[in-house]
């Protein structure tokens, strides 16, 4: 079965711009979350949606956005893009049907790497 | 608050030594889920264990050993006989919805 994938890989963008990452899940997978990662640090939470509803928010400006398809898959959209909005945004998958609601496993994606220049 | 401390930011070793890496957590939940993730250069997180609060067992696959300790508010990974895939950095987090991560340790092994 195919893992997490995310679009775009690479991403350049010039101050100001927006953006938008795409993820898709595990099939089956019914939850998605979605990370920020600055280098040297480890994976900052910003979303997670489970069944196209969004089930928490981390602590970041009103600029990023997301939302769920019906399919499960997922956009992140962030706005007016500044030169610390540069890092990798991680994207995960998982299943709480499974594992049960709150402390599933998060498989995570390949990565979405973005530079505001 | 959930909080998760890697005091260890780098740690060398030479292929086949053991290593340990330490991981303390802090959270207020009586119901809490541990997790340990590698990130290989790739930068691609690789889900290594989950563990419950509920289960203290330690638990071992393969090379790889972890050692949950509610005392001490642990949960450290041991590599045994190290190998140069090894070569990552390992991230500890918690979390009951989202995962809250530690900062990181980066480990090298050396052939």
């Known amino acids: 079965d195919a893992g997490v994938t995310q679009s775009p890989t690479h991403l350049i963008k010039t101050r100001g711009q927006h953006v938008t990452l795409r993820c898709s899940p595990i099939s089956g997978h019914k939850s998605v979350s979605w990370y920020q990662q600055v280098l040297g640090q480890g994976p900052q939470f910003i979303f997670q949606?489970?069944?196209?509803?969004?089930?928490g928010r981390g602590n970041f400006p009103d600029r990023f956005s997301a939302r769920q398809f019906p399919n499960y898959s997922s956009e992140l959209n962030v706005n007016a893009l500044l030169l610390g909005d540069s890092a990798l945004y991680l994207c995960?998958?998982?299943?709480?049907?499974?594992?049960?609601?709150?402390?599933?496993?998060?498989?995570f994606g390949p990565g979405t790497r973005l530079l505001v220049l | 608050a959930q909080k998760v401390t890697q005091a260890q930011t780098e740690i060398s070793v030479v292929e086949k030594e053991d290593v340990t890496l330490d991981c303390v957590y802090e959270?207020?939940?009586?119901?809490?889920?541990l997790f340990w993730y590698k990130q290989p250069p790739s930068g691609e997180l690789v889900f290594l264990i989950r563990?419950?609060?509920?289960?203290?067992q330690n638990e071992i696959s393969g090379r790889y050993s972890w050692n949950f300790q509610k005392s001490t508010s642990s949960f450290n990974f041991t590599i045994t006989a190290s190998q140069v895939v090894d070569s990552a950095v390992y991230f500890c987090?918690?979390?009951?919805?989202?995962?809250?991560f530690g900062t990181g340790t980066r480990l090298q092994v050396f052939p």
């Open positions: 563990r419950n609060s509920f289960d203290e």
């Open positions: 959270t207020r939940d009586t119901t809490y889920y």
């Open positions: 995960a998958s998982s299943s709480p049907e499974r594992e049960g609601l709150g402390g599933e496993t998060q498989y």
């Open positions: 987090a918690t979390g009951t919805d989202k995962l809250i």
């Open positions: 949606y489970y069944e196209k509803e969004e089930r």
